[in-house]
């Protein structure tokens, strides 16, 4: 039997580490960086929150000082609650993981694409656009000038307009008498002429792209840097370019190449398109998609937060929900045995109240507040009010002296009673004024009520004895049990009881532990019927470890007896 125990602690603690790993590995481990001030407090917090939980639970049975055990208690059965939760949400985050991936990764590639198209727009259209509003400038700046050969300065061409498919050359009354020398290119379908006045010295003719296309006059090359226009005396014929526009630029750099140099001529020719072409692909990558990398980080951080939020929100709901006390339920339970005299008898049962370093005597006075509320005829505290012994909790049990009901007020031991001194608590609430009904029963105006100790109480000689609190009663009146854990129903069928009040399972306390509750126990929560005992279980008015119920909120149940004789 030892051997059994340390297998199955070790496996306990074997799943707990396991289950800390993860939720450190998600929360930490994945969306902090190493050596952080952030990453450092998550791993320390990894590992004293566990430590605070384990001393939580093993304090009070190690006699541990209850000052110790309230300092403990809070955090480390709250971490527990929160743990449970944050798991459950992170594992739902596994599922989400994926598609949120997805969802970015196409995202990003609907902008990357965007971003190439844009590019390449402006790609194509910027040199052409670049070139002819330069055209334009040229045309209008009247104090432009232009230098020839010999160094003399005479008038900008005064204007550059579209003539057709072939180039056009023509004197304006504006310039001089010298000739004018026209360009033209027809490459990708435009053709674009020159025309303007010169002075004597020669024609000056304006480079204008439009799909590729260059145009040269002779006597002068006209380029654009980065801060205006510059012309640059040229001797050789016109040259023009005829090809297909994905060659422009490079023939285009050969052309001022021929005029003005090697490393001069190809850099101020292809300056223009290579400009438009790198600046958008460098927009292009500043909008691009974001690296696998950052959209892997932003997906952990998004499911580590969600997942905390989640855990938080829940845990705080379910503290609320213990700390502002049990709703009062009501039911109805026909017996046939029943008088009718004794037709609407209320019971108001109350079980697992659990004081402890964490419920207090506020939470007994709450409890008291909600039971007297009911004006019950008989109030039944079914087990478990305790997790602590009379010196430490004696003070908390206090408000208990003002239950008040017209038959009286009767008390069961739970099995935490025999963890927190049994013997000590059966005296103490008879001091309170409630009357334990330890493997007895007493008659009351239309059925016997009996109790019986819990089973707990085998291992110190005192567990439930069915023989001594029903074995001699009359079979002819209806009877009520108060029995702590459901399992007995059973022993009770046999005895032929009528109805079994319970408690024990706090109805699962946390989801999904209310599963967990019904695989254990005959009936989880509330009324069921075996043969011709029914037993109903009240989630009770408390809670055990952590302070928080989800999905099985706490209560106190009015049972009222009804005769079928009626």
Do not use: C
Not at 69 to 96: H, M, S
Not at 412 to 437: F, Q
């Amino acid at each position: 039997m030892v051997v059994l125990y340390v297998l199955i602690a070790l496996a306990v603690m074997g799943l707990l580490t396991g289950v800390h790993w993860y939720v450190w590995r998600r929360l930490v481990g994945d969306t902090t960086a190493r050596g952080g001030w952030v990453r450092r407090t998550g791993t320390a917090a990894a590992f004293v929150l566990p430590l605070m939980s384990i001393g939580a639970v093993i304090s009070g049975r190690a006699g541990a000082p209850f000052a110790l055990q309230r300092v403990l208690a809070w955090p480390g059965y709250l971490w527990l609650a929160l743990l449970l939760y944050l798991t459950l949400a992170l594992l739902v985050g596994e599922a989400v993981r994926p598609l949120l991936r997805a969802w970015l990764s196409r995202r990003d590639s609907v902008k990357s694409a965007k971003s190439a198209k844009s590019a390449d727009v402006r790609s194509a259209e910027g040199p052409a656009a670049d070139a002819a509003a330069a055209a334009g400038r040229t045309a209008d700046a009247g104090s432009a000038v232009t230098a020839d050969e010999t160094g003399a300065v005479g008038p900008a061409p005064a204007a550059v307009r579209p003539e057709g498919r072939e180039g056009v050359a023509a004197r304006d009354g504006a310039g001089g008498d010298g000739p004018v020398g026209a360009a033209a290119s027809n490459v990708g379908g435009g053709a674009v002429a020159s025309e303007g006045a010169s002075d004597d010295s020669g024609a000056a003719a304006t480079v204008v792209p439009d799909g590729g296309a260059t145009a040269l006059a002779s006597g002068t090359v006209a380029a654009r840097d980065g801060a205006g226009w510059a012309g640059a005396a040229v001797g050789s014929p016109v040259g023009a370019l005829d090809g297909p526009a994905g060659r422009t630029s490079e023939g285009a750099a050969g052309l001022v190449k021929d005029a003005v140099g090697d490393g001069e001529g190809a850099a101020a020719a292809s300056g223009a398109a290579a400009g438009s072409v790198s600046g958008g692909a460098a927009e292009a990558a500043a909008d691009g998609p974001a690296p696998a990398a950052s959209r892997r980080l932003f997906v952990a951080r998004a499911v580590a937060v969600g997942a905390t939020a989640v855990a938080a929100g829940t845990v705080g709901y379910g503290t609320n929900t213990v700390l502002r006390g049990p709703r009062v339920k009501r039911i109805t339970v026909p017996l046939a045995k029943l008088p009718r005299q004794a037709h609407g008898f209320r019971i108001a049962v109350v079980s697992d109240i659990h004081l402890g370093p964490i419920l207090g005597r506020a939470h007994t006075q709450r409890v008291v507040e909600a039971v007297n509320r009911t004006n019950p005829d008989l109030i039944a505290v079914v087990g478990d009010l305790v997790d602590g012994s009379v010196a430490d909790l004696g003070p908390a049990a206090e408000p208990l002296r003002a239950l008040r009901a017209r038959h009286g007020s009767y008390f069961v031991t739970g099995n935490h009673e025999y963890y927190s001194g049994a013997k000590e608590w059966v005296d103490h609430v008879r001091e309170l004024g409630l009357r334990p009904l330890e493997n007895e029963r007493t008659e009351l105006p239309g059925f016997d009520l009996a109790g019986v100790n819990d089973v707990a109480g085998e291992s110190e000689g005192q567990g439930p004895d069915f023989g001594k609190a029903l074995g001699d009663r009359d079979r002819s009146r209806a009877s009520v049990l108060l029995a702590h854990q459901p399992v007995v129903i059973h022993d009770a069928v046999k005895a032929g009881v009528d109805l079994q009040l319970s408690g024990h399972t706090h109805g699962g306390q946390v989801w999904p532990g209310t599963y967990v509750a019904e695989l254990a126990n005959p009936t989880a929560a509330g009324l069921e019927r075996y043969g011709d005992t029914q037993l109903y279980v009240t989630r009770g008015a408390g809670a055990w470890g952590p302070p928080v119920r989800v999905g099985a909120p706490p209560d106190v149940t009015v049972v009222e007896l009804a005769s079928t004789r009626t």
